[in-house]
C-alpha cells in the first residue's frame, strides 16, 4: 500500500535532494518546490499529506506560505514541519502560532527528520481537533466529567490544570507556545501572563506524578506531551 504524498520546499537543491532521498527510502511519495510560490501551488494540486517547510525562502518566505495555507479552509489540516536556522526561536514561535505541527534546525539527521514525519503523520490520523476521552498509557482525561485519573486513581487539578493537560495530551508530540496555551485556559482567569503558564505546568507535574516527565520544556517557546 503506498504511502503518504509528502511537499518538500527548500531552495537548498543539496539538502532537498538528501530529504527525498531518504523519505522514498522509507516509502513515501515525494514532490518538491524551491519556492513559497510554488509551495502554494503544489498544495492546492496535489494535495500532499504533510509539507516540510524551509522558512528562508525566495519571495513568499516560509511563514507567509503556513499562514497562506492555514487560513485557507481546504488546506488548513495540511500538517507542516518548519525547517529552520539556529537563532530563528522567534520565527519558530510564529510558525506555531500560525499552526505549524512541528519543527527541526538545521543540520539534522536524515533519521532524525523520518522520524519526526513519521510521528506527525500518525498524530494528524489519530488525533481530532478536539478529543472528549484520552487515554495514554494508564493516564485517562474525561472532558464531559471533567475527571482525571492514573491507574483507575483520580488527581485532583484545578480547573486551569485541567484545562492545560487536556490541550497538552489531546496531541502529544505537538509543541504549544506559551501564548497558545494561554489561549486555552482563557476565560476563568482575569489576568494571566506567560509566568502563569510556568506555575500551573509545575503544579501539574507534581500531581501526574509518574507522568510528570512527560511534559516537555521546548526552552525559549512552550511545551509538549512526549508521544
Keep these: 500500500m503506498s504511502k503518504e504524498k509528502i511537499l518538500v520546499v527548500d531552495d537548498e537543491q543539496d539538502l532537498a535532494k538528501l530529504i527525498r532521498y531518504h523519505l522514498e527510502k522509507n516509502g513515501y511519495k515525494v514532490i518538491s518546490a524551491d519556492n513559497g510560490e510554488d509551495a502554494l501551488f503544489l498544495t ?6 504533510l509539507i516540510i517547510l524551509d522558512l528562508m525562502l525566495p519571495g513568499i518566505d516560509g511563514l507567509e506560505v503556513c499562514k497562506k495555507l492555514k487560513a485557507d479552509q481546504a ?8 525547517l529552520t536556522a539556529k537563532g530563528e526561536e522567534a520565527d519558530i514561535i510564529t510558525g506555531l ?70 490541550q497538552l495530551a489531546g496531541k502529544p508530540g505537538r509543541v504549544f507556545t506559551r501564548d497558545q496555551l494561554l489561549d486555552a485556559i482563557s476565560g476563568h482567569e482575569t489576568f494571566v501572563i506567560d509566568r502563569t503558564i510556568d506555575v500551573h505546568i509545575a503544579s501539574l507535574r507534581k500531581k501526574l506524578n509518574v507522568f510528570a516527565s512527560r511534559i516537555i520544556t521546548i526552552r525559549g517557546i512552550g511545551y509538549k506531551f512526549r508521544e
Aim: glycine fraction near 4%; proline fraction near 6%; avoid cysteine.
Design 75 to 82: 488546506l488548513s489540516n495540511t500538517a507542516i514541519i518548519m
Design 44 to 49: 492546492r494540486k496535489e494535495r500532499p499529506e
Design 97 to 166: 502560532k500560525l499552526g505549524a505541527d512541528g519543527y527541526m534546525t538545521k543540520p539534522f539527521s536524515p533519521k532524525e527528520l523520518v522520524g519526526r514525519v513519521q510521528a506527525v503523520i500518525r498524530r494528524t490520523k489519530t488525533v481530532s481537533t478536539t478529543k472528549d476521552y484520552i487515554e495514554i498509557d494508564g493516564l485517562t482525561i474525561d472532558l464531559y466529567k471533567h475527571e482525571v485519573t492514573i491507574k483507575n486513581e483520580p488527581v485532583p487539578l484545578t480547573l486551569t490544570e485541567f484545562k492545560l493537560l487536556h
